[in-house]
């Protein structure tokens, strides 16, 4: 079962930063937070991870909060492509541990 | 990134027809390879979980007996949907994971009609 909750849409302006929060307060201590997006009718995209410290890649941050109870996916510059769903995910690292996904948030970019 | 591979993309195959779809990784050594179902409008539904070289560990709810998943090499999985009916029709992804790996990396999806 999905751990995370999560807005069911947001719309966010072309070429502003879209944040979109999740809720995991039931993660254990060595559970990882996972993102990923769909674009409609294509397999999910990885994004980014993390554990307990603030993560920055070529595509996003990934800012968690002390407690580890909630985390934001922050797109920095957003274009009309970063239009999909948005999936934060909770699990275990290294190990066959699945995936459960929960019902994300759908992002919109307006342009 | 890794990538991974679906095929076919789409299909459409008669009720009580059989109908494969492999899963390959293109460019790592998939030691865990994941099954999905996704309905329109509704998130990613795991289906199962395999392995490769053991068998297939089934989510509660999905058949086995109707959801045949192979996993023998380290590069390729099927999932072959037996006797499929209409309510067989998804879109199926699959996803896979190398063993030092905590990233899954998602094929592009199997559009599966059942007429």
């Known amino acids: 079962d999905a751990k995370t909750t999560q807005p069911p849409s947001m719309d966010c302006a072309e070429g502003r930063a879209a944040n979109l929060p999740c809720n995991h307060s039931?993660?254990?201590?060595?559970?990882?937070v996972y993102w990923y997006r769909q674009i409609h009718s294509q397999g999910p995209q990885y994004i980014i991870h993390?554990?307990?410290n603030n993560e920055t890649n070529e595509m996003a941050s990934l800012i968690i909060t002390e407690d580890r109870k909630s985390s934001t996916l922050i797109l920095p510059h957003a274009t009309l492509r970063d239009t999909a769903v948005y999936y934060c995910?909770?699990?275990?690292?290294?190990?066959?541990?699945?995936?459960?996904f929960g019902t994300g948030t759908s992002l919109t970019v307006i342009p | 990134g890794a990538v991974v591979s679906q095929h076919p993309s789409r299909v459409i195959c008669k009720s009580g027809t059989s109908v494969k779809i492999e899963c390959r990784s293109l460019?790592?050594?998939?030691?865990?390879m994941f099954w999905y179902r996704q309905f329109p409008k509704k998130s990613l539904m795991l289906m199962a979980t395999?392995?490769?070289?053991?068998?297939?560990?089934?989510e509660q709810g999905v058949e086995k007996d109707k959801f045949l998943i192979n996993h023998a090499s380290l590069t390729l999985s099927t999932l072959t949907v037996t006797s499929a009916h209409p309510e067989d029709s998804s879109f199926y992804i699959c996803?896979?994971?190398?063993?030092?790996?905590?990233?899954?990396?998602f094929g592009p999806g199997t559009r599966l009609t059942v007429t």
């Open positions: 996803s896979a994971k190398s063993a030092g790996g905590g990233e899954q990396y």
């Open positions: 039931t993660i254990s201590g060595n559970e990882y």
């Open positions: 993390g554990l307990k």
């Open positions: 995910i909770v699990r275990l690292q290294n190990t066959g541990n699945q995936f459960y």
């Open positions: 460019d790592f050594q998939a030691t865990t």
């Open positions: 395999s392995n490769e070289g053991s068998k297939a560990t089934y």
